[in-house]
């Protein structure tokens, strides 16, 4: 996926002020890339310097390359070509050697499109003025930038063409070449504020008569999660437009999309392939301890399951039955599973009733439990369910999982979903396998935030940033614990209330490392204003 490249304002007034400069810039194994006033090869890794604190990175074999750029002085020449070009004054920029000359005159040109960029990252920062772009299924409007809005329109109309083979999606006539609209917004912040969910609320697909929509945001750490978020939620989108007055039943309206918005993503030649049903171990270890435990839900008990009684256990319960039925007993419910799923949603040979409040129309189409159940058994050619579900439970408790890998996958879920009670267990009980997994650390941090305690939140964010050195929210977040504030909590103004805090200097320190690891990000940089003010105000008053 491309990162876009938007510029902070505080790093383009720095550009502005001294366009020549100098910085060194490294990149990582995983595709990262940080820009930094020198980067220095020390013992087995590196040490990088910065505006607002050091960094050192202890193994070197995290840095894919590193490009010393304009500041020679210390530069050691690898060979006598480069020990040539040192003695005539140039220097290294971009993997190129130049005259001193021809460096500030591509200083200059990178310092005008970065001022190009910011111009027109301002222009669509705002959602009142977010990007907009119509794809061949979907109309989609987003504040995050060109490259991510042409990513997910490619991405949501492959899963359009798939679903379409898989389970034959073909839209009412009324809907036939109508495109609904996908919102995704720039941060969890910004979405839980415009569509006015609750926080635990990672994206929604809303039916209304005039605008029915999908929406989710961007996740830039974690990208993986928008995607599951944005599959699953327009799983209810294309299920929406085989029938617009159908209700469906919770159990099997979240497991279908839960199945298939599990996918493989793979991107080649700017060509998106989705492949579906992705193995969900950690809903396979919430089966699993129930069957251990004996209180694993049954098959007829799933089917009757109503919405207000439908959580996290029934949801691992629910995608494990679908799971079962596309991949086990070698196959053979698969045809039928998707032969029952596009009659049930089209109401094609099963009765329904009408009631009141439902979907665009404001009218719904209700098919009973009962006849839901009866359809399934019946394309799927079974008349004893207590087989199919002792054959369902012996295919999940068959599946190999690492268990601390599945618990830290069933925390951040949980962390994902704000729901930190239930998460904590899980994290720790991960880390304590020996997961070293910075993601553990850093989602035990939030977990213990939300509980109020910053102190233990504080310690385990640095050991998440001792794990991940260069991670951008990692910094931010620390800062925010360092002061006994939670990130994820919307003040507006907290420059007086942190003015007189014994770790505030450190703080903005921190914040400032974020702002410079990813200066792309305005949140972080709104942050550290905060926090330099307030230093700069404590420090006024001493």
């Not at 159908?246 to 599990?262: C, H, K, L, M, T």
């Not at 601390?404 to 962390?415: D, I, M, Q, S, T």
Request: hydrophobic residues 40%; charged residues 30%; proline residues 4%.
């Amino acid at each position: 996926m491309t990162r876009p490249r938007l510029l902070s304002l505080t790093l383009f007034a720095l550009l502005i002020v001294t366009p020549f400069a100098r910085a060194d810039r490294i990149v990582t194994m995983d595709g990262r890339q940080v820009v930094a006033k020198k980067a220095r090869k020390e013992g087995e890794g590196y040490r990088l310097e910065f505006e607002y604190g050091t960094i050192e990175l202890k193994d070197g074999a995290q840095v894919k390359a590193v490009e010393i750029e304009g500041d020679m002085s210390d530069y050691e020449p690898q060979d006598d070509n480069e020990r040539d070009k040192l003695e005539k004054g140039f220097v290294r920029y971009q993997g190129k050697w130049m005259s001193k000359r021809a460096y500030e005159t591509e200083l200059n040109k990178e310092a005008e499109r970065r001022r190009e960029e910011a111009d027109a990252a301002l222009a669509y920062a705002d959602w009142q003025n977010a990007l907009e772009m119509e794809s061949k299924y979907f109309n989609i409007r987003t504040n995050t930038s060109p490259e991510l809005m042409e990513y997910y329109a490619d991405l949501l109309d492959a899963y359009y063409k798939m679903m379409k083979r898989e389970l034959g999606i073909m839209p009412t006539p009324s809907m036939r070449g109508v495109k609904l609209w996908v919102n995704i917004y720039k941060s969890r912040e910004e979405f839980t504020k415009k569509t006015q969910m609750s926080p635990g609320v990672a994206g929604f697909f809303r039916p209304q008569l005039d605008r029915s929509n999908l929406n989710f945001y961007h996740d830039y750490p974690e990208p993986s999660t928008s995607q599951w978020v944005g599959l699953h939620e327009c799983t209810h989108l294309l299920t929406y437009l085989l029938d617009q007055e159908f209700r469906p039943q919770i159990w099997i309206n979240e497991a279908v999309a839960d199945y298939f918005g599990s996918s493989d993503i793979e991107v080649k030649k700017g060509k998106v392939t989705i492949t579906p049903g992705k193995l969900q171990t950690d809903r396979v270890l919430t089966v699993q301890q129930a069957i251990r435990d004996g209180n694993a839900i049954g098959l007829e008990q799933l089917f009757l399951i109503d919405r207000a009684n439908f959580q996290a256990f029934e949801y691992a319960h629910a995608w494990s039955f679908v799971y079962f039925l596309n991949n086990g007993a070698k196959g053979k419910y698969k045809k039928g599973f998707a032969s029952f799923f596009k009659d049930l949603y089209s109401l094609k040979g099963i009765e329904y009733s009408n009631e009141a409040g439902y979907g665009g129309s404001g009218k719904a189409k209700v098919v009973t439990p009962e006849a839901i159940r009866e359809m399934l058994l019946k394309k799927i050619k079974v008349k004893d369910v207590k087989s199919l579900e002792e054959a369902w439970h012996e295919y999940i408790a068959g599946i190999s999982v690492d268990a601390p890998e599945a618990r830290l996958k069933r925390g951040l879920r949980f962390v994902m979903m704000w729901e930190f009670e239930d998460a904590l267990p899980d994290l720790t009980a991960a880390i304590d396998a020996g997961i070293l997994d910075p993601r553990a650390f850093a989602a035990r941090a939030r977990a213990y935030s939300s509980k109020g305690d910053e102190g233990k939140a504080a310690e385990d964010m640095a050991k998440a940033i001792e794990l991940d050195p260069l991670n951008a929210q990692f910094r931010h977040d620390l800062s925010n614990y360092m002061i006994g504030l939670n990130p994820r909590i919307f003040f507006k103004d907290v420059s007086d209330w942190v003015s007189d805090n014994a770790n505030l200097g450190a703080a903005r320190d921190q914040a400032g490392l974020a702002m410079e690891l990813d200066p792309d990000n305005r949140e972080f940089e709104r942050w550290f204003d905060v926090l330099n003010v307030a230093a700069k105000n404590s420090a006024a008053q001493e």
